[in-house]
């Protein structure tokens, strides 16, 4: 499947007035293949995925455990999977990589350079991420204009040409304080980290809590001066991603 630009351009107009509930059922109603979601467990992603349980929805829930992640972390994914009695598929890095990359360069590597922490970020997350989304004609992301620069120039569909899959991205236009409302009114269960200075979560030795003022992901990868972004979403991490192609892992 390929999408023109006006044929996204008319979807974005279309679904800009729809909520949640209503744009998650028209499109499953609207694309027959497979849609997945991508949860991180954080307060955004939380919000869809009640969304799409408590509607019963066609649509899969994946996570990506990358073996570095707050405790918190997996007390939601049980929350979350025990709340609903539904099952989020869980991902995992290729063993062979990440033994590969931590006997040769160190265990905190990450902290020496952008491209060793690129080259984790690619081996943890992006590799099970494209294998989580083979096959698959819709990604759904709970990705908001608010969190960053790079995310406020974002459309609710957009075309991932790397991946050759539309990407949703059903509370863009979202205010933190909405998705807050949100848990709150549906009982949601959420990570306690939210509540301890911790906008946007991710591996634990990526991670802060921001001090008021701050943006919302200042808190990753804080020793940084670059975008905060591991490559998920902005396409910086093909060079890394590349590296892991040709160990052939």
């Not at 009982?187 to 809590?209: E, K, M, W």
Request: proline content about 3%; hydrophobic content about 35%; overall charge negative.
């Amino acid at each position: 499947m390929t999408l023109t630009s006006l044929e996204i351009k008319a979807l974005n107009e279309e679904f800009a007035h729809y909520d949640l509930v209503e744009a998650l059922k028209a499109l499953r109603q609207r694309f027959r293949r497979k849609i997945a979601f991508s949860t991180s467990l954080g307060l955004e992603d939380q919000v869809i995925t009640d969304a799409i349980f408590r509607q019963n929805l066609d649509i899969e829930v994946f996570t990506l455990d990358t073996g570095r992640q707050f405790p918190e972390n997996y007390t939601t994914l049980d929350a979350t999977t025990k709340r609903y009695g539904k099952t989020i598929r869980v991902l995992y890095p290729n063993t062979e990589a990440i033994e590969q990359y931590v006997s040769t360069k160190g265990i905190n590597a990450l902290y020496e350079s952008v491209a060793n922490r690129k080259e984790c970020c690619a081996i943890r997350k992006i590799e099970p991420l494209n294998r989580a989304l083979q096959g698959v004609e819709v990604w759904i992301t709970g990705l908001r204009a608010a969190q960053s620069a790079y995310r406020s120039d974002m459309q609710l569909f957009e075309w991932d040409q790397a991946r050759h899959l539309l990407k949703f991205n059903p509370l863009l236009h979202w205010s933190s304080t909405e998705v807050r409302h949100y848990i709150a009114d549906h009982a949601v269960p959420y990570n306690a980290l939210h509540d301890q200075g911790f906008p946007s979560i991710g591996c634990q030795p990526c991670t802060r809590a921001i001090v008021e003022g701050e943006d919302e992901r200042a808190g990753r990868w804080w020793w940084e001066t670059a975008n905060q972004e591991c490559g998920l979403h902005d396409g910086t991490n093909a060079p890394a991603f590349k590296t892991i192609n040709r160990l052939g892992l």
